[in-house]
């Protein structure tokens, strides 16, 4: 059998490549938040509303902010009614309602699936908001449907993302 060093030392060149490369990706820092909360028993009733916390220390970067939603398939409506607070640190509280579109009748649910249950990441503002004061921020969402409870959410949340420039 012949043996071939250049080849064995090439193989070696390139697996360590790969490796520092993948070291290297899994190194960089992700600058996101993100929780959710279970909705206890699937059934959202109108006056539960969940509240998320997080600090910004960074207030020279801006933030895409979405509400994270997951559902059963037997959630029977194409879309979801939400009222989102929010209090910026040394601000007067703000509300606004949001209609988040989950799905249609022509092509089914948006979000991703597996089995029975769908889950969304759906932007809710409307660019990169700047969080210009450090300190604690505050969102809380409740729903706002005609219906009470809401039945067959599973959890419910806020993502805040840096955007990268």
């Known amino acids: 059998m012949y043996y071939n060093p250049i080849s064995k030392n090439l193989l070696k060149a390139f697996f360590f490549a790969i490796m520092a490369s993948a070291c290297l990706t899994a190194c960089s820092k992700i600058e996101v938040f993100e929780k959710t909360v ?4 699937q059934k959202w009733y109108n006056n539960y509303s969940p509240s998320f916390d997080f600090d910004i220390a960074d207030t020279s ?13 037997a959630y029977k409506f194409n879309n979801i009614w939400l009222k989102l607070d929010m209090q910026f640190p040394g601000d007067s509280l703000r509300s606004k309602k949001l209609d988040i579109t989950l799905g249609s009748d022509a092509t089914g649910w948006e979000g ?3 089995d029975d249950i769908f889950e969304y ?11 210009n004061k450090a300190g604690k921020y505050t969102f809380t969402l409740s729903q706002v449907m005609r219906e009470n ?3 067959h ?3 419910i949340g ?3 993302e840096k955007v990268k420039l």
């Open 121 to 131: 990441r759906k932007i809710i503002s409307p660019g990169p908001v700047p969080f």
């Open 149 to 151: 409870p809401l039945e």
């Open 61 to 73: 970067s801006s933030y895409n902010i979405y509400v994270v939603i997951r559902h059963t398939d």
């Open 158 to 160: 806020i993502r805040a």
């Open 153 to 155: 959410i599973i959890n």
């Open 112 to 114: 991703t699936g597996m």
């Open 38 to 41: 279970p909705i206890p028993e």
